[in-house]
């Protein structure tokens, strides 16, 4: 094992009914990292996912994060531990502003509802005025979320797992329905993020890919097909069978 990775996953599998949506799969993130992962429709990129965040058990196969076992852990404790995922739809609190949203997602805030009627500390101005500046939405911080654009949603989403301030920030499928506008800059926040923070990304939309700039992992059968820049990996035959026709 590894102690200087960030998240070592080592030949897990996963079988659902008899068939093997998971077949072998070795993942190896360093601190600081942004990854992203590509795949057809069915190569198990959720799935993966899945084990990260303790959702779905592997059969056989490791996964360490900062050496640490996940597969013992439930899903709240591997979240403790600072892992962070953002599912594919934005799920922000429609009737509340934007402001309150992020208040709600700080870490540390022990009875969400009742903070919103406090009066803000310092620190919690702070916080939620550094997560409004990342994620661009300082203009609409007092709107309802509801009101906002999908794209400012996304980004809304975003910023509240940010306020959890975990270390590796898992994100799924995050410019779907995004304009060409939105989805780069979706690219430019998760750069921005990828200064202080790890993250995993799975997107098909590979004109966000190449905005990313980083490291991309092609998963196809529940195993890792290809690994390393775009450009390396899209000129890979086997890559190139896999997409062909898609
Ligand atoms: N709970 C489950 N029970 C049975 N089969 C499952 C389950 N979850 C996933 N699968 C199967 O495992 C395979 C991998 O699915 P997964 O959702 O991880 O793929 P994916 O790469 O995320 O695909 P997509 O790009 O469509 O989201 C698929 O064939 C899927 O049907």
Not at 112 to 129: H, K, Y
Not at 155 to 161: A, P, R
Request: zero cysteines.
């Amino acid at each position: 094992m590894t102690d200087d990775l960030l998240l070592d996953m080592r030949d897990v599998s996963v079988t659902f009914d008899g068939f093997r949506a998971i077949n072998n799969l070795s993942l190896a993130l360093r601190p600081g990292e942004m990854r992203a992962i590509v795949g057809p429709n069915g190569a198990g990129k959720t799935t993966m996912m899945d084990i990260i965040t303790g959702k779905t058990r592997p059969d056989t196969g490791t996964v360490r994060f900062q050496g640490r076992d996940l597969t013992r852990l439930d899903e709240p404790a591997i979240a403790r531990l600072g892992i962070g995922r953002k599912f594919q739809k934005p799920t922000v609190f429609e009737a509340l502003s934007v402001t309150e949203n992020l208040l709600l997602s700080l870490k540390g805030v022990r009875a969400p509802f009742a903070v919103l009627m406090a009066r803000r500390s310092a620190g919690e101005r702070e916080r939620i005025d550094r997560l409004l500046h990342l994620t661009r939405l300082e203009a609409v911080a007092d709107q309802p979320a509801g009101g906002m654009s999908h794209g400012q949603k996304q980004w809304l989403e975003i910023g509240m797992l940010m306020g959890q301030e975990p270390e590796l920030l898992l994100v799924d499928e995050p410019v779907a329905g995004m304009t060409d506008a939105e989805t780069m800059a979706t690219a430019d926040l998760l750069r921005e993020i990828n200064r202080t923070r790890s993250v995993v990304v799975v997107e098909h939309d590979m004109d966000f890919v190449r905005a990313l700039g980083v490291d991309v992992t092609v998963l196809h059968e529940g195993s890792v097909l290809a690994e390393g820049t775009l450009d390396a990996v899209s000129a890979d035959p086997r890559v190139i069978e896999v997409y062909l026709g898609r």
